[in-house]
C-alpha cells in the first residue's frame, strides 16, 4: 500500500515538472517572439526616421552647396596627401611622429619648448573650421596660409582636448578628399553626417571608354597606370578594361563631345497649348488621323552641356562593372581603409585638377603627354608652396615640361567644377545612406543624379 502510494507520488512529482518544462519553453517561445517583433518594429520606426533623416540632409546640403567657395590653401611646412593610401597604420603614425619632432624643433627656436609643443600644440594641422550646424560653409582660416613663426595661429589650430590628434590636411583643409570638414546634425533620434568630395580629385573613369583615335591607347594606359598603382594584378585589370570596352559601346567618351539634339514629332496645332480647345483640337487630330492627314511638324531640342554628365554617370553606377573588385582593399588597418573605388569617379568627370589629385591620378592623368613621374613631384612641390591660380599660371611654373603638358591640357584643370554629397543618418541600428553630384560654376549649380542606398 505504501509502495503503491509511493510510486503515484513519484508519478505525480514527473509529470508536474514535466509540465513545468512545456510551460517554461512556451513562456520563453512567446516572450522571444513578442521580442523580435518589439525588434522589428522598433527598427521599422528607426528606419523611416534615419530616412527621413537622410533626405532632410540632403535636401539641405543641395540646397546650400552654391554657397561653397572650394578654394585651395598653402602647406609648405606640412607633409602632402598624395602618398597616404600607400601607408599601413604604422607608416602613417610614424610620419606624424616625425613631422611633428621637425615642426617641434622649428617652434623651439622661437622660444616654445618641444614639451610643451607636444603637450599644448601637437595638432598642428586643425583645419580651423568652424563649429556652426552649415556643412557646406567653408571657414575663413580654411583658406589662409598659416605661417609656422605666428605662436598664436598654430594655438587657433589646436584641440587641448584631443593633444594627440593630428592628421595631414588636404587640398582644401580638411583631410582629402573633403572641400569642407564633414558635419554631424541632429534631426530627432537620428544622427546625420554630410561630406562634400571633390570628384575632380579622382581619376576620371570615363577615359577608359575613349573614342577617340589619337588618344585612345593613352587612355587606357591611364587607367592601368592608375590600376597598377593600387596594387591590382593583371586578372584583377583585364576584366576591368573589357568592361569600359563593353560601356564605350553604349556611350564613348571623346574630349571634344559635342552637344546632343534630339529630334521629336509633333502635332502642328498652334492652339494646342490652349486648355479651352484641347477636346476639339482632340477629335480634329483623331478624325484628321482616320483620313490619313494628321499634320506634324519636327522639334529638335538641345540638352545642356551637363546632359554627357549624367549619360555617364549612369552608365558607371549600372551593373556593367565591378565594383565590388575596386572597393578591394589595398592596404587594411585599424583606422585606415584604402581602395581603388576611393580614387575613381563614377560622376562622369573628365577633367582632374592638379592642385587636389593625389600622385597616382597625376601620373595616370600625364600619361597622355610623357614624363608622368617626374611631373607629378613636380606638381607637389608647386602646389605646397602655393596652389595654380589656373592653367595659365600652371604651364608658366612648369614650363619645362610645356610640351608634354600641352598633350595633356584637355584632360586637366585648376579648379574642380564636380562634387558629390554624401549623407549617412544612423537612428538606433538602422542606416541609411545617399549620395548625389552636382556640377557648379560660379554660382550656377546643377544637379547630376542622387542614388539613395
Known amino acids: 500500500m505504501k509502495k503503491s502510494c509511493s510510486n503515484r507520488k513519484g508519478v505525480a512529482l514527473i509529470f508536474t515538472v514535466i509540465v513545468l518544462v512545456l510551460l517554461t519553453a512556451l513562456v520563453y517561445r512567446l516572450s522571444s517572439a513578442v521580442s523580435q517583433w518589439k525588434h522589428r518594429m522598433q527598427y521599422m520606426i528607426d528606419y523611416q526616421s534615419a530616412r527621413y533623416a537622410c533626405e532632410s540632409g540632403l535636401k539641405y546640403a543641395l540646397a546650400t552647396v552654391e554657397q561653397v567657395d572650394a578654394n585651395c590653401i598653402s602647406r609648405p611646412n606640412e607633409p602632402d596627401f598624395s602618398d597616404l593610401f600607400t601607408m599601413s597604420d604604422e607608416d602613417y603614425r610614424l610620419m606624424l611622429e616625425q613631422w611633428a619632432k621637425e615642426m617641434a624643433m ?115 594606359a591611364a587607367v592601368v597606370t592608375f590600376c597598377e598603382w593600387m596594387q591590382m594584378r593583371q586578372h584583377e585589370i583585364e576584366p576591368l578594361i573589357y ?35 484641347r477636346g476639339r483640337l482632340a477629335r480634329r487630330i483623331s478624325r484628321s488621323r482616320q483620313r490619313g492627314r494628321v499634320r506634324e511638324k519636327i522639334v529638335q531640342q538641345t540638352r545642356p552641356e551637363s546632359g554627357h554628365t549624367l549619360d555617364f554617370a549612369k552608365i558607371l553606377h549600372s551593373p556593367m562593372i565591378d565594383l565590388e573588385m575596386l572597393a578591394k582593399p589595398v592596404n587594411e588597418d585599424e583606422t585606415r581603409n584604402e581602395s581603388a573605388l576611393k580614387y575613381i569617379s563614377l560622376w562622369g568627370t573628365q577633367k582632374i585638377n592638379v592642385n587636389t589629385a593625389p600622385r597616382h591620378v597625376l601620373e595616370a592623368a600625364f600619361t597622355f603627354g610623357g614624363d608622368a613621374p617626374d611631373i607629378a613631384q613636380k606638381i607637389i612641390d608647386e602646389r605646397k608652396i602655393k596652389p595654380f591660380a589656373n592653367n595659365d599660371d600652371f604651364k608658366k611654373r612648369l614650363v619645362s615640361y610645356f610640351s608634354s603638358i600641352s598633350k595633356c591640357e584637355p584632360y586637366i584643370t585648376t579648379q574642380s567644377d564636380c562634387f558629390s554629397i554624401r549623407v549617412r543618418a544612423t537612428s538606433g541600428v538602422a542606416r541609411v545612406c545617399a549620395s548625389a553630384a552636382v556640377k557648379k560654376e560660379n554660382s550656377k549649380v546643377q544637379k547630376i543624379g542622387i542614388i539613395i542606398e
Not at 568652424?130 to 596660409?145: F, G
Not at 553604349?250 to 539634339?261: D, E, G, Q, R
Request: aromatic share 8%.
Open 106 to 220: 622649428q617652434l623651439d627656436a622661437n622660444g616654445i619648448s618641444k614639451s610643451d609643443f607636444f603637450t599644448e600644440y601637437m595638432n598642428l594641422s586643425r583645419s580651423g573650421s568652424n563649429d556652426s550646424n552649415d556643412a557646406n560653409i567653408t571657414s575663413e582660416r580654411t583658406n589662409t596660409e598659416y605661417d609656422i613663426n605666428d605662436v598664436n595661429e598654430y594655438s587657433d589650430m589646436t584641440d587641448m582636448n584631443e593633444p594627440n590628434e593630428i592628421y595631414v590636411r588636404g587640398p582644401y583643409g580638411p583631410p582629402w578628399p573633403y572641400i569642407t570638414k564633414p558635419i554631424e546634425i541632429e534631426f530627432g533620434t537620428a544622427k546625420v553626417t554630410i561630406e562634400l568630395i571633390d570628384e575632380n580629385a579622382k581619376l576620371p573613369l570615363v577615359w577608359g571608354m575613349c573614342s577617340d583615335a589619337n588618344s585612345k591607347d593613352e587612355s587606357k
Open 243 to 277: 568592361e569600359l570596352d563593353e560601356m564605350k559601346d553604349v556611350k564613348p567618351f571623346s574630349i571634344a563631345l559635342k552637344p546632343v539634339t534630339e529630334v521629336t514629332k509633333q502635332a502642328g496645332d498652334a492652339n494646342s497649348g490652349q486648355t479651352a480647345a
